[in-house]
């Protein structure tokens, strides 16, 4: 059993955030490795959201986000349970991250349900001329197609977007943390991106 001390809890709380005993815990449970540590902190903040998803979210704010002299804007709703969460400083800050994130990714909706139906079907009718002209068989070309896709909704849905400020996690490992930190059920509900386009 690894000896915890505390600059190890130290450096757990800096790289995650988490309170003391959460990391305290972390890193017993995984023998001092600080790597192992964040992933046990991540799978209890997962289990913690899923525990909290079906409670009623009321409160929230709109964030706005302007980049690039004005040329660049985007305004995002975050809804929480409580107005006491809504005010809270590292809830807006992260409200204003994700905004940034958006603004520098374009996602195309916030999840794959979101995506419209005319954008999945021509992206799939482009995978499929792609597959037919690698002269592909017609049960491969399928399977491609859905891997394809499948990479098109990571790249292209914010929640399974990697994140720009920490590309090892998706931006819904940023939420669900959000969720383990603040105690209640937090969701991105809406989100508009601007930007004047080059003549």
Do not use: W
């Amino acid at each position: 059993m690894a000896t915890i001390s505390a600059a190890m809890v130290k450096q757990l709380r800096e790289k995650t955030g988490v309170g003391i005993m959460d990391c305290k815990e972390a890193l017993s449970q995984s023998d001092g490795d600080i790597d192992k540590a964040v992933d046990f902190l991540r799978t209890k903040g997962l289990a913690t959201a899923q525990k909290r998803a079906g409670r009623a979210m009321s409160e929230g704010l709109i964030q706005p986000y302007i980049h690039m002299g004005g040329k660049l804007g985007v305004l995002l709703e975050i809804n929480c349970e409580t107005d006491f969460v809504a005010k809270n400083d590292e809830f807006k800050e992260f409200a204003k991250n994700i905004a940034m994130h958006i603004a520098a990714t374009d996602p195309v909706g916030i999840a794959s349900d979101d995506v419209p139906d005319d954008i999945i079907n021509k992206e799939k009718e482009i995978y499929r001329i792609q597959a037919i002209e690698m002269g592909k068989p017609e049960n491969v070309t399928e399977k491609i197609v859905e891997g394809k896709l499948n990479r098109f909704y990571k790249d292209s849905c914010l929640l399974n977007q990697a994140y720009v400020r920490n590309p090892d996690m998706s931006v819904s490992d940023i939420v669900n943390d959000m969720i383990a930190k603040m105690g209640e059920n937090i969701t991105i509900k809406r989100f508009v991106r601007f930007q004047i386009e080059d003549s």
